[in-house]
């Protein structure tokens, strides 16, 4: 199967939707590959790409597969699930203005979670340990949320 918009055969984009249906891909370089063909591809696409592929970005992230990968990059200070559920409950599901998987890590991001009380699982530390816990988590949940990121160009979703 060839992955050029340009010369994606019928055949070729119907398997993508097939797999995106069947959740055969849900992994952010696969969905962001197949994101980008359908991208390219002539304005009479979206009609039938749009809707496999927000679904496929739904599941990716309500699989725990984004939860999964972001503590695959936080190994020293494991990402907070609550923080991911917060944002996941804030970032609207649908829209269009990108992907729901870049909405979420974009609020994460944006709303620099790693200093919420929440991450602290119950006890109350003192000031010092919470500046320099919430230095260290902000830290590497910020590059982990970052390298994530680069799977979409500056231009957005």
Request: charged residues 20%.
């Given at each position: 199967m060839t992955s050029s918009p340009q010369n994606l055969s019928k055949a070729d984009?119907?398997?993508?939707?097939?797999?995106l249906r069947s959740r055969l891909i849900n992994t952010l370089p696969e969905l962001r590959r197949i994101e980008?063909?359908?991208?390219?591809l002539?304005?009479?696409a979206p009609d039938t790409t749009a809707q496999p592929m927000q679904t496929a970005w739904l599941n990716y992230v309500d699989s725990h597969s984004l939860l999964n990968e972001l503590r695959g990059l936080t190994r020293h200070y494991?990402?907070?699930s609550a923080c991911l559920d917060e944002a996941k409950a804030s970032a609207p599901r649908v829209?269009?203005?990108?992907?729901f998987?870049?909405?979420v890590l974009k609020w994460v991001r944006d709303q620099l979670l790693a200093a919420k009380p929440a991450m602290w699982g119950g006890k109350t530390p003192s000031p010092a340990e919470v500046g320099q816990l919430a230095?260290?988590?902000?830290?590497?949940?910020t590059r982990a949320v970052t390298t994530l990121?680069?799977?979409w160009d500056a231009s957005g979703a």
């Open positions: 984009k119907d398997r993508l939707l097939h797999a980008r063909i359908f991208a390219a002539p304005n009479s494991p990402f907070s829209s269009a203005s990108g992907n998987c870049w909405r230095a260290a988590c902000e830290s590497e949940w990121l680069r799977h």
